[in-house]
């Protein structure tokens, strides 16, 4: 192991230099990644400098998500308290399904989600679990909202019709768990949205409204906070009326930016919160934890037992069944993902998680403010996002953020919402400051101006703006 930790420790220190010399590490081609990257796997044992060396080419080639040129996923950033705690949790490597196996990392767990159902404005009724990301705590909503429909389902599976509503701005698994949980992708309702992205309260009550009398059985709403292009936030509280008029599940999947709860300043985003039965957020996005620590809370515990519990006497060996996770659980084996959450939290207090939050909304009122006031872009994101949206020169984003990255220059996406296509820089990264903003739009300046194809992309749009005008 000490051998290990000295490989770990050398590799550690060459990323960091690197990093600070290169903050995009160099484009590597899919089509040539096995010319690339020494990645064979041999009879023989391989020599210890050989191991290392292909250790460490396979690291420096890696993207690097922490840097101050990454801006393309909604996580990033590096945060020294919170990756303490995740070497520790793999050192350890604890098993979180019972307190046999977990032992006071069980109360670490227990102790972040009661913290956070507190905050919610919940009663101690309330309670959660973590999850292997978005998606899962997506699916669990989903199945707890279906078991809570029509109890039997667990015993003799879906009998009925069952509906689900979600904004057409909402995340991709809403479909895909539908199909998991036997509801049928072809029982989602998209819900279309307002110029902000945020879903029609109103087309929702209809959609309903409409499926009882046609004898489906609405079983859940997906109201999100954060959705993933726009970074938009749907009317918690107006929603909440609709599902409680029609007794529907109410979930919030607030893996992207649910993590508001966090900020007195920015949690009226999320008015109504304590309303619904079901919250996710993911900590390592907003918060900065590392991938993966996903959080689900629901208001009524019950709901856990009835959906995940399923006794195993050669599992379950102590009569300690709150400290017992697996029984809260859709998972069996779980990794430790509370532990890096915990140090997070325990170094900085609540207080600093708010800073942490608080900044990013600075960072995207830094890019927004830049983007109207140069005439060269155009601004398609609002005010209280950490998703700036815009294109520049009426280049096609995706031209521009494609050759970034292939030319190891900055890490940065585009998206879509109606009929405009845009580069999306996420503001996500709480230790970037204003300045790292501003580099990036001159660095994307920069290669604009001296790139060719970029640039004659530019002078072809122009013309044709300028026939279309005429015309």
């Known amino acids: 192991m000490k051998d290990s930790l000295s490989i770990f420790n050398e590799i550690v220190q ?34 210890k400098e050989e191991f290392k060396k292909a250790l460490q080419d396979l690291v420096l080639k890696t993207p690097r998500t922490a840097t101050d040129a990454f801006f393309n996923q909604l996580f990033g950033g590096r945060n020294d308290k919170a990756i303490l705690g995740d070497l520790l949790a793999v050192m350890l490597n604890n098993s979180m399904y019972t307190y046999k196996a977990a032992g006071p990392m069980v109360g670490v767990e227990k102790i972040i989600l009661r913290k956070v159902c507190d905050m919610i404005g919940w009663d101690d009724n309330a309670n959660g679990t ?32 069952m509906t689900v509503y979600t904004s057409s701005e909402s995340h991709y698994s809403i479909p ?58 749907d009317d918690i509280l107006e929603i909440s009326r609709v599902c409680s008029n029609h007794s529907v599940w109410l979930h919030v999947d607030g893996a992207y930016c649910g993590s508001v709860l966090f900020s007195k300043k920015y949690k009226h985003l999320i008015k109504g ?31 856990l037992y009835n959906s995940f519990s399923n006794d195993a006497s050669y599992l379950y060996q102590t009569d300690h069944d709150d400290f017992n996770l697996g029984k809260t659980s859709l998972q069996c084996g779980r990794r430790n993902d509370a532990l890096k959450f915990w140090t997070l939290w325990k170094s900085v207090g609540t207080n600093g998680l708010e800073k942490i939050i608080d900044q990013q909304f600075k960072l995207a009122t830094v890019a927004s403010e830049y983007v109207r006031n140069h005439p060269d872009y155009t601004l398609y994101s609002f005010d209280d996002t950490i998703s700036v949206c815009f294109n520049y020169k009426n280049i096609p984003a995706r031209d521009i953020c494609t050759a970034l990255y292939e030319h190891s220059k900055l890490l940065v996406g585009y998206g879509t919402f109606k009929e405009d296509e845009f580069i999306r820089l996420v503001t996500i990264n709480a230790q970037n400051a ?17 790139n060719n194809e970029l640039m004659a992309l530019e002078n072809s749009n122009t013309q044709n703006n300028f026939k279309t005008a005429n015309n």
Request: hydrophobic letters at 40%; aromatic letters at 8%; charged letters at 25%.
């Open 273 to 303: 919160i304590e309303k619904v039965d079901s919250f996710s957020f993911n900590a390592h996005k907003m918060i900065g934890t590392p991938l993966t620590c996903s959080l689900l809370l629901v208001k009524d515990k019950k709901h």
């Open 130 to 161: 973590f999850a292997s990301g978005g998606s899962m705590t997506n699916f669990m909503s989903m199945l707890m909202a279906r078991d809570a429909k029509t109890p039997d389902t667990p015993y003799e599976g879906v009998q009925g019709k």
């Open 434 to 450: 204003p300045e790292t903003i501003l580099n990036f739009f001159k660095i994307l300046e920069e290669f604009v101006e001296g």
């Open 176 to 233: 895909k768990n539908a199909a998991f949980s036997g509801i049928g992708r072809d029982n989602v309702r998209y819900i279309p949205v307002d110029q902000f992205g945020r879903m029609n309260v109103l087309e929702l009550d209809r959609s309903i409204a409409k499926d009882i009398a046609n004898g489906f059985a609405p079983t859940l709403v997906n109201a999100t906070a954060g959705t993933t292009v726009l970074g938009a936030f």
């Open 14 to 47: 060459n990323l960091l230099a690197d990093e600070d010399r290169k903050p995009v590490a160099d484009f590597v081609a899919s089509g040539k990644l096995f010319e690339t990257i020494d990645l064979d796997l041999t009879d023989q044992p391989t020599p």
